[in-house]
């Protein structure tokens, strides 16, 4: 069984917004800024009156600790196989728990469904159809993301993670996210885009972790509805 997760090498992202477009259109997703799966988030700054943008793509981070699955109180959110967290539309009550608990703004309402929506990595779409990748990743022209699973030691995620160092969005909530930023390779973008308290990670050193939490978290996997 896949643990499936997702690498961006956010470097290369120029904020095209194809992901966001291929997302909502393979998915359904209703027009809007306030309705997305996936986004692109942006930071200003300057160093030494040089004025700099970064790009971070970002979506649901499928936690393998999640505590919007922890909080609802029907079973609406769950642990899919694959490790992907779900959401069962037809339990949502729309307390909003699950969108108050996540670190990550990851979750909003469709009005469609009247249910709190999220990024499932295309599984509906693509992978429960023998694809291989995400309809964001197919999309982005300049190939900042890749996804694949963790637990395929010859797969290209894993290849990609034993070559590069990364780290993680908000370390500090021990949710051990499953979205998996390369840091840089040009040294002054690096310096300009990675917080100085941000952990950074080789494979090496993350594998425990997601050995961990998925031993923790795999027989609560269940098959997606």
């Given at each position: 069984?896949?643990?499936y997760a997702m690498v961006l090498n956010f470097q290369n992202c120029i ?8 997302c909502k259109e393979e998915n359904g997703i209703q027009l809007g800024i ?192």
């Amino acid at each position: 069984m896949a643990n499936y997760a997702m690498v961006l090498n956010f470097q290369n992202c120029i904020d095209c917004m194809a992901c966001e477009a291929a997302c909502k259109e393979e998915n359904g997703i209703q027009l809007g800024i306030d309705k997305k799966r996936i986004w692109v988030g942006i930071t200003e700054d300057s160093i030494f009156g040089r004025p700099y943008v970064n790009f971070y793509p970002s979506q649901c981070n499928h936690c393998q600790d999640a505590p919007c699955v922890e909080v609802c109180p029907t079973g609406a959110s769950y642990f899919a196989e694959g490790g992907l967290v779900m959401v069962e539309q037809e339990k949502c009550i729309l307390c909003k728990g699950c969108m108050e608990a996540c670190p990550y703004d990851a979750r909003f309402v469709n009005d469609k469904t009247v249910a709190v929506d999220k990024c499932t990595f295309c599984y509906d779409t693509r992978i429960s159809r023998g694809e291989t990748t995400t309809a964001c990743q197919a999309t982005c022209p300049t190939k900042v993301r890749t996804f694949g699973d963790l637990d395929s030691e010859d797969g290209e995620i894993v290849k990609l993670l034993k070559e590069r160092r990364f780290f993680v969005l908000k370390e500090e909530e021990h949710t051990v996210p499953k979205l998996l930023y390369l840091v840089p390779e040009d040294e002054n973008t690096a310096l300009n885009s990675i917080g100085h308290k941000t952990k950074i990670y080789t494979w090496n050193e993350f594998k425990p972790l997601i050995e961990k939490a998925t031993a923790k978290r795999r027989p609560q996997w269940k098959k997606v509805k």
